[in-house]
């Protein structure tokens, strides 16, 4: 099946420092990609909606400065936490929806803040 | 606008008995209907899916969903939980029109030896 790859899995860094955080399609090509944050015992919240080769869609509330996201390419999308602070710190994770109906998923990011 | 409602925070049976996890949904048009499993730390990976077609929906490690139109539901079963199933069980919907999931709020499932 298809694979959603996102990279790191775990990150720590520095208040005030910035943060990327890559999903990759390996096996298919992904015009559209969604990030997701994820607060511990908590559903999954839509952040924003990737898309290649245009800006991203943000959803209500979520700072566009803050979470910067970049799609260059059919198989790549960033997000970009800008100087972080320790409220930032969370799961965050990309999906991408498939050549069925079903989205595909990466494997998360856990971002510590300190 | 499309929503998703999981009504237990947790569920918690014993090995070797039948298991049911709740979702009922609000969509505006045909619904897509998805359940997924996250363990910790991990991201969410597909367990079935309803698009059209035969009420019952079979899909990954012996799980099913039936698809009841007249209650808005999609309740996921199993018939004999495994101690290994135990993880966050998330009920998601997608209007026709739209690629955009929205999810539940994620039901625990502990299952005891």
């Known amino acids: 099946g298809a694979v959603v790859s996102q990279h790191p899995s775990r990150v720590i860094c520095k208040s005030g420092t910035s943060v990327k955080i890559e999903c990759r399609s390996l096996d298919f090509q992904a015009t559209t990609m969604f990030w997701y944050r994820q607060f511990p015992k908590q559903s999954l919240m839509l952040m924003a909606t990737s898309n290649e080769g245009s800006k991203a869609t943000y959803e209500q509330g979520v700072e566009k400065d803050k979470f910067l996201i970049n799609h260059a390419s059919l198989t790549l999308s960033t997000l970009t936490v800008t100087s972080a602070h320790p409220e930032d710190s969370s799961f965050y994770i990309c999906?991408?929806?498939?050549?069925?109906?079903?989205?595909?998923f990466g494997q998360g990011t856990r971002l510590t803040v300190v | 606008a499309q929503s998703v409602a999981q009504p237990e925070d947790q569920v918690n049976v014993a090995e070797g008995n039948p298991l049911t996890v709740k979702c009922t949904y609000s969509?505006?048009?045909?619904?897509?209907l998805f359940w997924y499993v996250q363990y910790p730390n991990r991201g969410l990976q597909f367990l079935l899916k309803y698009i059209t077609g035969d009420n019952l929906v079979k899909g990954s490690y012996g799980f099913e969903a039936e698809f009841n139109k007249s209650q808005t539901s999609f309740h996921l079963k199993k018939p004999s939980a495994l101690v290994s199933d135990s993880a966050l069980y998330f009920c998601?919907?997608?209007?026709?029109?739209?690629?955009?999931?929205?999810f539940g709020t994620g039901t625990r499932l502990l299952v005891s030896p």
């Open positions: 969509v505006s048009g045909n619904p897509y």
């Open positions: 999906s991408a929806p498939g050549q069925g109906s079903e989205a595909f």
């Open positions: 998601a919907v997608r209007d026709t029109g739209f690629q955009k999931l929205v």
